[in-house]
């Protein structure tokens, strides 16, 4: 009876323990797409922040990159005279050099 209860112990304690290890991954990998998502077009323009992402990685940093600018270009700068279209741009890629660190090397 005594080895049967500490069966169940131990097998609570492993099921506990699983569970904190699979939380643990999916915040990381959270974490890691929303940096992704965020720093898109930076990612995009260095090879060295690209070439610390995996091939899927790569992927969604370029769909998610064409998504947001189909995006902006239908909600914001199609209403806009052209003149400001090319001002938006430029602006966009000096904000993007400032995000230095993004993922550790």
Excluded: N, T
């Excluded at 304690?13 to 904190?20: A, G, K, M, N």
């Excluded at 199609?78 to 993007?96: E, F, G, I, R, T």
């Amino acid at each position: 009876m005594e080895s049967h209860k500490e069966m169940d112990l131990v097998r609570q304690i492993l099921s506990h323990e699983r569970d904190r290890v699979r939380y643990l991954l999916k915040a990381y990998l959270r974490a890691r797409l929303d940096k992704i998502e965020k720093y898109a077009g930076a990612i995009l323009d260095s090879a060295d922040l690209r070439d610390r992402l995996s091939q899927q990685e790569k992927q969604y940093s370029s769909q998610v990159f064409v998504a947001l600018g189909r995006h902006l270009k239908a909600s914001v700068l199609d209403y806009l005279p052209p003149h400001y279209q090319s001002l938006v741009s430029h602006c966009a890629k000096q904000l993007a050099m400032h995000d230095s660190i993004i993922f550790p090397a």
